[in-house]
């Protein structure tokens, strides 16, 4: 089972990355962090990884016990991922969008024994400590070099105790948005890590050569996973920046000091610096791999990029894949525009009826994944782990289909399916051929209770700066390109969708907001 070799003063097990390439590539940079202009070599990362580790079990932190971290995107994160690494502790993340008694479910749920806090969110995380008994905690703050993270670091010389894991040991425990009632502890182990690792490398070419700009949330499962851990296992330098900026983004990919190779978004990223005035004119020469994932994508976005000499490449996972699940060669990027791809290595995939039936290639079902990858169930919650599995199949609550080639395509959420007149509609359909419009910046649509049909679609749509369009016209090209049961009824034009962390539209609150009810009404 483990695999063992000696560093300077201890016996490490092979899950312990940083001590791996602080032993065979010290000097080479592990991360970059923009924010607050700070590099970590390998081994400055191994180092200070190996000091929180300490420090955390002279505070009474030991195996299978959670460590939560509340903040922007920063070094820290991983530094805390391979302390908990090296003795056996398991990683939170927290969402810090969320609310205090968002938060509160949250670690009261976990039972974390310390919370790691950055300066910016001091208040509430003092309130979190106090209301849920968490019994230490550490400050964040990188413009002091006397705070109590540092100064935890510094009292440590980083002689922890290792402790033995193996692959069915906790890692991670990273809690899913809540769409439906409170939000699931999604459990990560150390055997979902190496194969989303193994999955994920060789489509996306990640190399110790590898450089990625890494925008999405940590706390989140893009973010952290794809492809931040997978570089940081190969070798490779990770760029991070506090919170994504169409314009930063811009300008760091076109940086030739940095020489980006890879990046990964949800599509909302790639919309926005699409529509930023310094896209046509930033150098994207650099990027090899622009990886897309966690919503259906609108054609006009993987068109407009290619446009500009980049394939995106697409893929498709959730949180409880690790995330990988499905990935699009780079060598089919084009020819299957559109596609999230084939099942990735030592993964399983098929599509079902609401019998659990597995429908021939064409026919669209809601989509099966089992493998190595797949979470072995929710924290603390052994009802919702019952209901999201069926003979060892985790049902994923994405509609999808198989072409004739096997190549999957992520029709839309299962959830998000209405029905008008008998017949099924995809949302994601609607909003691509809505997005061919070119005065459209963002469109969402959601299917809406109706006496006549069931249900009919309503859109809600953002325009571009400076740009006007009518509701007929809109209607009118639904028309021209889209069977009449499929085009929307009714039209909102507002200034801005709501999103999450992530980029993702919020389609609960806009059904909240019409109906009344988060949930669509399918029957």
Known sequence: ?????????????????????????????????????????????????????????????????????????????????????????????????????????????????????????????????????????????????????????????????????????????MYTSGTTGHPKGAMINHRMQLYNCINLAAPALVSPETVQLVVLPLFHTGGMNCYANPVLHAGGELILIKEFDPGLALSILGNS???????????????????????????LSYLKIAGIGGAPCAEAILKTWSGRGVSMIQGWGMTETSPGGVGLDAADAERKLGSAGKPLMHTEIKVVDDEGNELPWGEVGELYIRGPNVTPGYWNNPEATEDSFEDGWLKTGDAARFDDEGFVYIVDRWKDMYISGGENVYPAEVENVIYQLPQIAEAAV???????????????????????????????????????????????????LPRNATGKVLKRELREEVVGSAAPAIT
């Open 1 to 173: 089972w483990l695999w063992f070799f000696k560093d300077k003063n201890m016996t490490v097990n092979y899950y312990d990355w940083s001590a791996y390439h602080a032993n065979v590539r010290p000097n080479k940079i592990a991360i970059r962090d923009l924010s607050v202009n700070k590099e970590l070599t390998y081994s400055e990362l191994d180092i200070r990884s190996n000091k929180l580790a300490e420090w955390l079990q002279k505070n009474g932190v030991g195996k299978g016990d959670r460590v939560a971290i509340l903040s922007h995107n920063c070094a820290e994160f991983f530094e805390l991922e391979f302390a908990c690494a090296k003795i056996g502790a398991i990683e939170l993340p927290l969402n810090w969008r969320l609310t205090k008694p968002e938060l509160e479910y949250i670690l009261n749920d976990s039972s974390p024994c310390v919370l790691v806090y950055e300066a910016a969110f001091l208040d509430i995380a003092l309130e979190l400590q106090k209301d849920c008994q968490i019994k230490d905690s550490l400050q964040i703050d990188n413009q002091d070099i006397s705070s109590q993270y540092e100064s935890a670091l510094n009292e440590s010389d980083g002689n922890y105790e290792s402790i033995p894991t193996n692959h069915d040991d906790l890692i991670m425990i």
């Open 257 to 283: 000091e940095y020489k980006v190779s890879h990046f990964f978004a949800v599509p909302a990223p790639y919309q926005f610096m699409m529509n930023h005035p310094e896209f046509e004119s930033t150098d």
């Open 446 to 496: 959601i299917g809406v209770p109706d006496e006549r049909w069931g249900e009919t679609g309503k859109v809600f749509i953002s325009l571009k700066e400076g740009q006007k369009i009518d509701e007929k016209d809109i209607i009118e090209h639904c028309l021209k390109n889209l069977a009449k049961f499929k085009v929307p009824q009714s039209i909102v034009f507002v200034d801005l």
